[in-house]
């Protein structure tokens, strides 16, 4: 089993910053793939940023320029940097972790942590 442990969502003014960190534990021999999704009241849930094993990212359009990714793999933690946040990135966002265990692969999600950006 793999667990996620998800933290640093709240609420921030426009233009205000937040990091979000998520830290896997468990039978976990390789992470895959970390990553960060969101949904909003009556949206789907979409794909925020992603990072694979060799460091590779890739991003929402509307996140580019605003939001970094990294990880530490010492730590299995994933982080989510989030810059001149914008009213429209309020959702509740999501850790995603895909991860080789010693008996099975794991697709894990979080519980989730709320985002809210409001003057």
């Known amino acids: 089993q793999v667990q996620l442990v998800e933290s640093g969502g709240g609420l921030v003014q426009p233009g205000g910053s937040l990091r979000l960190s998520c830290a896997a534990s468990?039978?976990?021999?390789?992470?895959?793939?970390m990553g960060w999704y969101r949904q909003a009241p009556g949206k789907e849930r979409e794909l925020v940023a992603g990072?694979?094993?060799?460091?590779?990212?890739n991003f929402a359009d509307s996140v580019k320029g605003r939001f970094t990714i990294t990880r530490d793999n010492a730590k299995n933690t994933v982080y989510l940097q989030m810059n001149s946040l914008k009213p429209e990135d309020t959702a509740v966002y999501y850790c995603?972790?895909?991860?080789?265990?010693?008996?099975?692969?794991?697709?894990?999600w979080g519980q989730g942590t709320q985002v809210t950006v409001s003057s």
């Open positions: 468990g039978s976990i021999l390789v992470i895959k793939a």
């Open positions: 995603n972790v895909r991860a080789i265990g010693r008996f099975a692969e794991y697709d894990q």
């Open positions: 990072i694979t094993s060799d460091g590779s990212t």
